[in-house]
């Protein structure tokens, strides 16, 4: 994820704030060689409450969209659900995955790989 944000920034594509245990977040940058003076790091060592913030970024319009770095997909969805702060619109929830195959030498983006898995023609009408 976070080689991610490194060339989505330096392609001028995306910025990032990044949320969760700095310590950690720092560790990881320092083994891929990526340097976070380019990023704002939000400090929040309990996985719950870095994926609320994370949430309430986009809710409130401080950033455009979530990524999911490595946190377990259930507390991350909890965040994305919650009832308050959550991002809830009363349509269809979606996703996008995606993949780099170095074999097929590109991108592979893919949407609702575990959410919506067969919907009926009236869901897909909600998108």
């Known amino acids: 994820m976070l080689e991610a944000v490194r060339d989505a920034k330096a392609m001028g594509l995306a910025d990032a704030v990044l949320v969760g245990d700095r310590e950690k ?70 996703h996008v995955a995606v993949f780099e195959v170095p074999a097929l030498q590109r991108i592979l983006l893919v949407t609702d790989a575990a959410m919506n898995i067969a919907p009926d023609l009236n869901t897909k009408n909600k998108y």
């Open 25 to 94: 977040i720092q560790e990881i940058a320092n083994t891929l060689g990526i340097n976070l003076d380019d990023f704002e790091v939000i400090d929040e060592k309990d996985n719950s409450k870095a994926a609320m913030k994370a949430v309430e970024l986009v809710s409130t319009k401080k950033a455009d969209m979530l990524m999911k770095g490595l946190i377990d997909t259930a507390t991350f969805l909890r965040a994305v659900l919650d009832k308050e702060k959550g991002l809830r619109t009363g349509r269809v929830l979606s």
